[in-house]
């Protein structure tokens, strides 16, 4: 489904943003364009937090899916 393909990429770019952050971001310095470093780590924090979230939720829904598929050889109706 590409709706779901989109929402995992999604997740996985915001966790991938978040981490690179890290690397570009010099939280030592308070200021950085304006924004104060607490703000930053508080940003850096919520993109990793949700787009692990996203990533399991939506994996947990994917396995679940598969092994509903091969248990009873058909598929969840609303999603299909």
């Known amino acids: 489904n590409k709706g779901l393909d989109l929402l995992r990429f999604a997740?996985?770019?915001?966790?991938?943003?978040?981490?690179?952050?890290?690397l570009l971001i010099p939280f030592s310095q308070v200021p950085l364009l304006g924004w104060p470093a607490a703000r930053l780590i508080a940003l850096h924090d919520v993109l990793a937090t949700t787009g692990v979230e996203i990533f399991?939720?939506?994996?947990?829904?994917?396995i679940s899916k598969m092994l509903y598929r091969n248990q009873t050889g058909s598929?969840?109706?609303?999603?299909d």
């Open 56 to 62: 399991f939720v939506l994996s947990g829904f994917l």
């Open 75 to 79: 598929s969840v109706a609303i999603m």
């Open 11 to 22: 997740a996985i770019f915001l966790v991938v943003v978040a981490h690179s952050s890290v």
